[in-house]
Every structure is written in structure tokens, then in C-alpha cells.
């Protein structure tokens, strides 16, 4: 089973409280053995082993309050769809449900469930069945960002009854009581946000139901992907954003994923696929992709790290029977130098 993993973007939000405080978040992304480069790139995510280092250092750099500051610096793509499908969503309930069901596009080292008991209603913020475990300091990070957009989204009527943690009480408990505006218990059986159950059925002010249906494709086309081919997936989003900087090396991309080759050959054997043929997929992808948009086979030759057009035109016609000018013609594409440059275009699909 491949390592639970977080998106870097969530990281970038950490990293952001941590600049705020006048901390060198750099460093200790580095310090915490994750890749710096990784950090708030699109798609990219790091392991949780990472994760909770980081956390560790980052809170011994400042102090039991920072998880809290964490809500201001989420923007929507800090949660990859996740934050614009609640938003978007009908009703308080029924956003609480979208995020029990796609939380794992933030992470999957954390399960979030809905329970009813009596005229209580309560997230659940609980570990999966794993001996890894995220940070305190990530699940106070979580919960408190999901109370900031309760708030955003439905104004003064989200409000808690009480909210309890597994942790023991920070050496300043007020903190907490005043950032979550509620009775604050520790040493619980679970992390809980408690509500008076009739807020599940609060309108929110930015419904959308179309929007909403939209990013549940999206989301639930990304964790369909993500859950059959996790390794293969974080290869193919390591590439696109490498491929411009030369050719991609296993070794390379083995430590950029904390794992030995050896290992990241045997996790893409175990899921039916390899190295090289990655690499030719996602260059493959991506070639059709900039000559769609008119790209020269130069420009192509660089985004995509190969030495030289020579090169690049060898593996087009692997790939295609074609050469790169002659698949441009036959599609009679557009290559006028007007041609607007794709802004990374590969992570279009998030």
C-alpha cells in the first residue's frame, strides 16, 4: 500500500503562516525532507511522514497557535477542487458531505465522517487504519479551516456547541476557545466538531448546483485515478513539472518521492506500468497538447527535455508514425506566432 500523501498546496498554506511569523519556511520544508521545489505546485503532494515532520518543526519554530493561523492563507486551489464543490454546494449538510467524501483530494492520511446522535450533529475528524499518523497540529489545522469557511459560507449562524481533541490542552487553551468560539475538551476519544443538528439544513449563500456537479466529476475523476494508480500518478505530475528543466532520470524521481528506484520500479510493476512508459505517455500527452496551440518543435524540444529537435522528432514519430510538421499539417492547426502560450497546460484538467 503506497504511503498517504498530502497536497503540497496545503503545505504552501503552512509555509505561508509560517513566512507571516517571520520563519524561513524553506528551510524547514527542507529540514523536513521534502522537496522545496514541490512546494504549492499544482497536483503535487507530499508524504505524510514528511508532512508530520514539517508540522513538528514548523510549531517548535513558533508555538502551539500557528495550526490556527492556517485558515487565512487557503485559497480555493489550496484544496484542489474540494473548496469550490463546498462552496458551491446547497446547503450546510450537504456540504459536510462532499467533504466526507473528497477529503482525500487534501489528504488520505485522515478520514473524515457525519455522525447523529439526538439533536447533535458532528464532523469527525478520525485516523485511517494505519500505523502513520498525521501531526495534532494538522488536525487542529484541518478542523480550524473548516470552521473559517462555515463561516464565510453561512455567516452567524454557524455556530458550535463544542469542539473536542484527542491532543492534551496547549499550555494557553483560551486560544483555542476564542478561535473556535465554543467550549474546547481534550484527551477526547476523537476529534469533533459539534453542532446543533438543524444547521445541516442551512442554505449557503453561494449555491450552485450546476457548478457543484461539475466539481464532483472533476473530483471524483481525480480520486478514481489517484486510488488505482497512486504511485503512476504522482510520477506523471513530477514530470510535468520537471520535463522543462532536461531529461528526467528514475533516480531523479525516486527521490523526489522519498523512495529508492528499486522501490518506485517495484510500486509501478505492482500497478502495471513502468518508468519509461510513463515518461513516453506523458511526453506523448503533452507534445499534441503545444502543437494544438502552435508551439515550434524547438519550443516542444525544451518543454518537454529532450537534448535536441532531433530527438524529440524521433520519439514523435515512435509515437505517431508522424513527424511533429506533418501531424500539424493534417490537423491543419493554427501556427500563427499570435498563438497564445499555455499557461502549464498539463494541470488544465484540475
Same mark, same amino acid.
Given at each position: 500500500?503506497?504511503?498517504?500523501?498530502?497536497?503540497?498546496?496545503?503545505?504552501?498554506?503552512?509555509?505561508?503562516?509560517?513566512?507571516?511569523?517571520?520563519?524561513?519556511?524553506?528551510?524547514?520544508?527542507?529540514?523536513?525532507?521534502?522537496?522545496?521545489?514541490?512546494?504549492?505546485?499544482?497536483?503535487?503532494?507530499?508524504?505524510?511522514?514528511?508532512?508530520? $515532520?514539517?508540522?513538528?518543526?514548523?510549531?517548535?519554530?513558533?508555538?502551539?497557535?500557528?495550526? !490556527?493561523?492556517?485558515?487565512?492563507?487557503?485559497?480555493?486551489?489550496?484544496?484542489?477542487?474540494?473548496?469550490?464543490?463546498?462552496?458551491?454546494?446547497?446547503?450546510?449538510?450537504?456540504?459536510?458531505?462532499?467533504?466526507?467524501?473528497?477529503?482525500?483530494?487534501?489528504?488520505?492520511?485522515?478520514?473524515?465522517?457525519?455522525?447523529?446522535?439526538?439533536?447533535?450533529?458532528?464532523? @469527525?475528524?478520525?485516523?485511517?487504519?494505519?500505523?502513520?499518523? =498525521?501531526?495534532?497540529?494538522?488536525?487542529?489545522?484541518?478542523?480550524?479551516?473548516? @470552521?473559517?469557511?462555515?463561516?464565510?459560507?453561512?455567516?452567524?449562524?454557524?455556530? !458550535?456547541?463544542?469542539?473536542?481533541?484527542?491532543?492534551?490542552?496547549?499550555?494557553?487553551?483560551?486560544?483555542?476557545?476564542?478561535?473556535?468560539?465554543?467550549?474546547?475538551?481534550?484527551?477526547?476519544?476523537?476529534?469533533?466538531? @459539534?453542532?446543533?443538528?438543524?444547521?445541516?439544513?442551512?442554505? =449557503?449563500?453561494?449555491?450552485?448546483?450546476?457548478?457543484?456537479?461539475?466539481?464532483?466529476?472533476?473530483?471524483?475523476?481525480?480520486?478514481?485515478?489517484?486510488?488505482?494508480?497512486? +504511485?503512476?500518478?504522482? @510520477?506523471?505530475?513530477?514530470?510535468?513539472?520537471?520535463? *522543462?528543466?532536461?531529461?528526467?532520470?528514475?533516480?531523479?524521481?525516486?527521490?523526489?518521492?522519498?523512495?529508492?528506484?528499486?522501490?518506485?520500479?517495484?510500486?509501478?510493476?505492482?500497478?502495471?506500468?513502468?518508468?519509461?512508459?510513463?515518461?513516453?505517455?506523458?511526453? $506523448?500527452?503533452?507534445?499534441?497538447?503545444?502543437?494544438?496551440?502552435?508551439?515550434?518543435?524547438?519550443?516542444?524540444?525544451?518543454?518537454?527535455?529532450?537534448?535536441?529537435?532531433?530527438?524529440?522528432?524521433?520519439?514523435?514519430?515512435?509515437?505517431?508514425?508522424?513527424?511533429?510538421?506533418?501531424?500539424?499539417?493534417?490537423?491543419?492547426?493554427?501556427?500563427?506566432?499570435? +498563438? *497564445?502560450?499555455?499557461?502549464?497546460?498539463?494541470?488544465?484538467?484540475?
Amino acid at each position: 500500500m503506497a504511503e498517504p500523501s498530502t497536497l503540497t498546496t496545503w503545505a504552501a498554506a503552512i509555509a505561508a503562516a509560517l513566512q507571516a511569523r517571520g520563519i524561513d519556511a524553506g528551510l524547514l520544508v527542507q529540514q523536513a525532507g521534502l522537496d522545496p521545489a514541490l512546494l504549492g505546485k499544482a497536483g503535487a503532494r507530499y508524504p505524510t511522514r514528511g508532512m508530520t $515532520r514539517f508540522w513538528e518543526l514548523a510549531v517548535r519554530a513558533t508555538d502551539a497557535s500557528l495550526p !490556527l493561523d492556517v485558515p487565512r492563507y487557503v485559497q480555493p486551489q489550496t484544496m484542489h477542487v474540494l473548496g469550490l464543490s463546498l462552496r458551491a454546494s446547497r446547503t450546510l449538510g450537504e456540504a459536510m458531505l462532499r467533504m466526507t467524501r473528497y477529503s482525500r483530494l487534501v489528504t488520505d492520511a485522515a478520514d473524515i465522517a457525519i455522525e447523529l446522535d439526538g439533536d447533535e450533529l458532528a464532523l @469527525v475528524y478520525r485516523p485511517p487504519a494505519r500505523d502513520l499518523q =498525521l501531526a495534532d497540529a494538522a488536525y487542529i489545522a484541518f478542523m480550524a479551516t473548516a @470552521v473559517d469557511m462555515g463561516r464565510l459560507m453561512t455567516g452567524p449562524r454557524y455556530r !458550535l456547541r463544542r469542539c473536542e481533541f484527542r491532543h492534551r490542552a496547549p499550555p494557553d487553551p483560551t486560544i483555542d476557545a476564542r478561535f473556535f468560539d465554543c467550549p474546547v475538551r481534550y484527551g477526547a476519544a476523537h476529534n469533533r466538531l @459539534v453542532f446543533d443538528r438543524h444547521l445541516f439544513d442551512v442554505p =449557503l449563500r453561494g449555491a450552485d448546483e450546476a457548478a457543484a456537479r461539475h466539481y464532483d466529476a472533476v473530483a471524483g475523476a481525480y480520486l478514481s485515478r489517484f486510488d488505482r494508480h497512486p +504511485t503512476a500518478q504522482r @510520477v506523471r505530475e513530477w514530470l510535468i513539472h520537471a520535463l *522543462p528543466s532536461g531529461e528526467p532520470t528514475r533516480e531523479a524521481v525516486a527521490d523526489a518521492m522519498h523512495l529508492t528506484p528499486r522501490t518506485l520500479l517495484r510500486r509501478l510493476a505492482l500497478e502495471d506500468t513502468h518508468w519509461k512508459q510513463l515518461l513516453n505517455e506523458v511526453r $506523448r500527452e503533452l507534445a499534441l497538447s503545444y502543437l494544438r496551440q502552435g508551439h515550434s518543435a524547438a519550443e516542444i524540444t525544451y518543454l518537454l527535455g529532450f537534448g535536441d529537435p532531433g530527438n524529440f522528432t524521433r520519439a514523435f514519430r515512435r509515437w505517431t508514425g508522424e513527424t511533429p510538421s506533418a501531424w500539424r499539417q493534417q490537423h491543419r492547426l493554427n501556427t500563427s506566432s499570435d +498563438t *497564445p502560450a499555455p499557461r502549464r497546460v498539463v494541470g488544465a484538467r484540475r
